[in-house]
């Protein structure tokens, strides 16, 4: 079965990030380094999102579209990039996400 993982920062988290030294960021992401590494025989592809404030927001409805510079809705939670697995089922991409060791919530989607 093919899920994607999102993988969510909390404001708390990138507060941490942004305040941790230069050395122990560095560790930060060598441990996301790792795990992507060790788990490539499972992923199929993955990507880290540019900052939500870089984004555009396109608002469909009635009428034209509105278009904003910027996430629609201020969050307290921001999707800040995803892999895509290949599993043999959601128990294997929960023992996945368990070891996953940045942000602190990961959403798992099955593909459809």
Request: proline share 8%; charged share 35%; net charge negative.
């Given at each position: 079965m093919k899920y994607v993982l999102m993988f969510v920062e909390t404001e708390e988290f990138g507060r941490r990030l942004e305040e941790m030294g230069?050395?122990?960021r560095e560790a930060a992401y060598e441990a996301v380094g790792r795990w992507f590494a060790e788990n490539s025989d499972k992923i199929t592809h993955h990507m880290h999102l540019a900052p939500a404030h870089t984004a555009?927001?396109?608002r469909l409805g009635d009428g034209e579209p509105v278009v904003t510079d910027g996430p629609f809705v201020e969050g307290k939670e921001v999707v800040s990039g995803y892999a895509e697995v290949e599993v043999a089922d959601l128990d294997?991409?929960?023992k996945l996400v368990r070891s996953w060791p940045a942000c602190p919530l990961v959403e798992?989607?099955?593909v459809s």
């Open positions: 230069d050395l122990e555009t927001t396109v294997e991409a929960l798992i989607r099955p």
